[in-house]
């Protein structure tokens, strides 16, 4: 059995650029520390049959189901990146323990990114019309907007918008000290 992965969980907003940050990070991470894919929660979701939905109980179900293959896959060696806007805090706090440990009793193999991007560079962004939806009333549960969003305080590394090469730097770099502690 390979060395376990590691899971590495971008959250933010909506159009905050989790997905972009992702994709501009991998190559990174696969040059430097092996083998890297990405589960992008919109693409994810896209996938699943039946659909699930936004109600709180389906996007709680979704973020475990979520959690529990970045979880599978990093027990298999891979790096996991997870672009996924998670919007509460106890979302990520599950897939952080559902991780592979360094050691049985250790730190999990578990890192947060947060996409901080204000909420009108999001809106600017939004490919998918979701801001236009939420103010006209279409939408009613858009996290950030008409769902609470849990900003993470104490995120392994924050980047301002999906191109932040700098943020893309010190990602490859704690994912190679959680690599080397075991």
Do not use: N
């Not at 940050?21 to 083998?35: E, I, N």
């Not at 730190?107 to 939004?126: K, Q």
């Not at 939420?134 to 769902?147: A, F, H, I, T, Y």
């Amino acid at each position: 059995m390979s060395a376990p992965g590691c899971v590495i969980w971008i959250t933010g907003r909506p159009s905050a650029g989790k997905s972009t940050f992702a994709r501009r990070v991998q190559s990174l991470l696969t040059t430097h520390c092996g083998p890297t894919l990405i589960l992008d929660g919109d693409a994810v979701r896209a996938r699943l049959k039946p659909a699930p939905g936004y109600d709180d109980q389906a996007r709680s179900d979704f973020y475990a189901s979520l959690a529990g293959l970045a979880a599978l896959l990093a027990e298999q060696g891979f790096l996991v990146l997870v672009p996924a806007t998670a919007h509460k805090r106890e979302f990520r706090d599950h897939a952080r323990e559902l991780a592979p440990r360094v050691t049985e009793a250790g730190e999990p193999r578990f890192l947060e990114v947060f996409v901080d991007a204000p909420l009108e560079v999001c809106e600017a962004r939004d490919s998918k019309g979701l801001y236009a939806k939420s103010k006209s009333g279409e939408v009613s549960d858009l996290p950030g907007v008409g769902k609470h969003f849990d900003v993470p305080q104490h995120s392994d590394v924050v980047a301002q918008g999906g191109k932040d090469g700098a943020a893309h730097q010190r990602l490859v770099h704690q994912v190679l000290r959680v690599l080397a502690l075991g």
